[in-house]
């Protein structure tokens, strides 16, 4: 069975939203914009392209990636690389630039995860990330944590009302500019 790892950049009230600038969030680029950058931060996501053998998209984040991602041959050879999945019932046509195998249902995604193999990673999808942790199919969390407070925007996690969900941090690191990773298993 693969493991499913979902990475993140959050603020430090789980905001999710506009990272790396993308259009419509007041706070767009927050990663950027509002802490100095430290390349020892960014460490995990080198790895977790190395490691992972399958990554998994909601539709919206496949759509904004899929026109730029295919052109970022070294920031994202891994990602280019391998297979890529995509969870949604409205997508009619993939992007012919960066191919995907269209999932439907989270059934499917379940399916994947029986299968044998690398880790499917989940990069950005706040709404499947949090539809994923509601179904019980989230493994792992790579998180990295900014020391920040956005208020509204996307959130990682859910206000569903579900049973109580244990972690354990099992990898942990503070950079010089105050964000932490934070390596989470799933362990009930």
Known sequence: MRTLIVTAF????GVMEAPGGEPGYRNAGWTFNAVPMDEAAYEIKAREQREAG?????R?????????????????????????????TTLTEQDSRWPATVLRSLDDVAALKATEGKPVIVNGSATLARSLADAGLVDRYHLLVFPLLLGAGKRLFSSTDKDLTTLSLVEHEVYANGVQKQVLDVVG
Do not use: Q
């Open 10 to 13: 959050v603020s430090l009230d």
């Open 54 to 58: 399958a990554l998994l998209l909601g």
């Open 60 to 88: 919206s984040s496949y759509e904004a990636f899929a026109p730029v991602w295919p052109s970022m041959t070294e920031e994202f050879a891994g990602y280019n690389a391998m297979p890529r999945y995509v969870v949604s």
